[in-house]
């Protein structure tokens, strides 16, 4: 399956997972056929791109799972987004509707075999904020998990980062909503949310001040240059320092109306730059090892400029996977099946990740995607 622009999609292409709504309801299901009329009403949502079928390949590739499966993604999205509408009217939050679903979410980590960093949900503009905080969630969670931390540590970690922008619910709709990049006054503005949250958490009885801190300080950097405080180092709280991770590489990783999503590669390389900087160092490495750099099923470009498929991502091997070569410099394929762990070779390695508009210039619309042809 291949991430597809909207634009590009095409009479005939097979939808290769679910696409939901703002509220988290179904449009349309995986093995749904596109048609005309099914491509023109998703150009009318807050869409940029879906998940297609595509000719394998590798004939027997297995995909990971995401790292929550759709019901708990979907649950929590819809609990989360009910349990901040209702704390905006009522002023109150509801702890236990909130501890159900961090607790459904760190149940689901610990049970899971993978202990591998990726996301392949697709949601609408319209409700990134709960999308957005279940993902950071899930993330830290996970990473709890890899530090092998206590279940009171990780339930308080959990809230703390499912809770993190709970204060942009007092943000106004026309600036959390904006089509464009926010005017400096506005981001002056959306600044406040770390410090509404703070307030907000803390007028909640039965909460532990911990998911507080995480709030209050989850912009926060390294160095000291973030806000509201200008906090550095272990004066950040360690939960603080990993949401900040976790909250980042969502962002850059998420379709916005103003920012098209950066492939995991490209976000690993945008963060990097910012390790001791607006990141702990010693817990950015933590997420990097365990981070799908190249994801499985991805199309790479080699330093000797042949073309891969990545097959399979060894745990703990994120930046040498076991590759399939496909296709030469000048875009011929190969006749013959040439597979590479590259943790053998080190003179061979991956520069970075196919865009969409290459990976469609090496195969071509209509030999690299399944098709239905009287669609």
Known sequence: MQKISIANLQPGMIVAKNIYDADANLLLSKDIVLTERYIERLKTMSLSAIYIATKDPHNNIIYPEDILREQTRLKAIKSISNTFQKCLCKK???VDAVSEVTQDIIDEIMQSRSRMIQLT???SFDEYTFSHSVNVCAIATLLGVISDYSPKRLTELALGAILHDIGKIKIPLSILNKKDRLTDEEM??????SEYGFDLLRATSHLSVVPMHVAFQHHENFNGTGYPRGLKQTRIHEYARIVAIADVYDAITTDRPYQKARTPHQAYEIM????GNKF???LLEVFFEN???FPVGSFVLLNNNFYAMVIEIPEGLSFTPIIKVIAKPNKTFLKEDLYIDLKEYASIYITRNLTEEETLSLFGKSDYFVKEHNA
């Open 188 to 193: 002056q503005v959306m600044k406040k949310h």
């Open 272 to 275: 990097l730059a910012d390790s």
């Open 280 to 282: 702990d160092t010693s």
């Open 92 to 94: 109150k939050l509801d």
């Open 291 to 293: 981070l799908a750099i």
């Open 121 to 123: 949900n697709i949601m």
